[in-house]
């Protein structure tokens, strides 16, 4: 069963940080890109940041250059995004997703979604 798994979303301080997971099963990175999206509710996803299936090269939104960093373990089949300085503004359900184009922030170019995770970012 193709399955992705997010996980390390959670309540924390303007400033702070929180690093989230993605953990494939029954199939392989590899060959996918994967992006994170967030999406908060009545909106459309929005891509926050993409690691190409080719060559790692990775593409973050305007809203969270320099923040945030996108990286891929392909042996354990996982994809991390480490959030730094959080604002209240970052606060969504933050989904990952795989998809076979090389890189892309449209959603509909993806074949597999995860459950979400919510993160807030709150005093």
């Known amino acids: 069963q193709v399955q992705l798994v997010e996980s390390g979303g959670g309540l924390v301080q303007p400033g702070g940080s929180l690093r989230l997971s993605c953990t494939a099963s029954?199939?392989?990175?590899?060959?996918?890109?994967i992006s994170w999206f967030r999406q908060a509710p009545g909106k459309e996803p929005e891509g926050v940041s993409c690691?190409?299936?080719?060559?790692?090269?990775?593409y973050y939104a305007d809203s969270v250059k320099g923040r945030f960093t996108i990286s891929r373990d392909n042996a354990k089949l996982t994809v991390f995004l480490q959030m730094n300085s959080l604002k209240p503004e970052d606060t969504d359900v933050y989904y990952c997703?795989?998809?076979?184009?090389?890189?892309?922030?449209?959603?509909?170019?993806?074949?597999?979604w995860g459950q979400g995770t919510q993160v807030t970012v709150s005093s």
């Open positions: 997703a795989a998809g076979t184009s090389s890189w892309s922030f449209g959603p509909n170019e993806y074949d597999y």
């Open positions: 029954g199939f392989t990175l590899d060959h996918y890109a």
């Open positions: 690691i190409s299936s080719t060559d790692g090269t990775t």
